[in-house]
């Protein structure tokens, strides 16, 4: 989803004429931008990464992973807070009787 359309889809989920849902709106925006740059630099420098230090060198987890899961954490939060978190009635899952598999 683009930003637009993603931009739209918000607003028309929230009463825009409060200046909160607007400062979310626009936050929730930033933060996906941020996550996207976070997974391109992770598929650029991949999941491990080589550091050196002086005269040492060593690979460790790259440090965007572990921002990466922060952002997404308070994306997370961020949709809560706007209430886009519950499922829409028709959406539920079905209950399946286990004998029925």
């Known amino acids: 989803m683009n930003k637009d359309d993603l ?6 989920q929230l009463d825009m004429s ?3 849902n ?11 931008d941020v996550f996207e740059n976070l997974r391109d630099a992770i598929d650029d420098y991949g999941y ?16 965007a ?3 990466l899961n922060k952002v997404s954490t308070s994306i ?3 949709e809560r807070a706007m209430k886009l978190d ?16």
């Open 7 to 12: 931009r739209a889809y918000l607003e028309s």
């Open 18 to 20: 409060n200046q909160v």
């Open 22 to 32: 607007q400062e979310k709106v626009n936050r929730y925006i930033k933060l996906v």
């Open 48 to 63: 491990i990464v080589e550091t050196e230090n002086g005269s040492q060198k060593f690979i460790k987890p790259n440090p």
């Open 65 to 67: 992973l572990s921002e």
């Open 76 to 78: 997370n939060n961020l």
């Open 86 to 101: 519950k499922q829409e009635t028709d959406d539920k899952p079905k209950k399946k009787a286990l004998l029925d598999e």
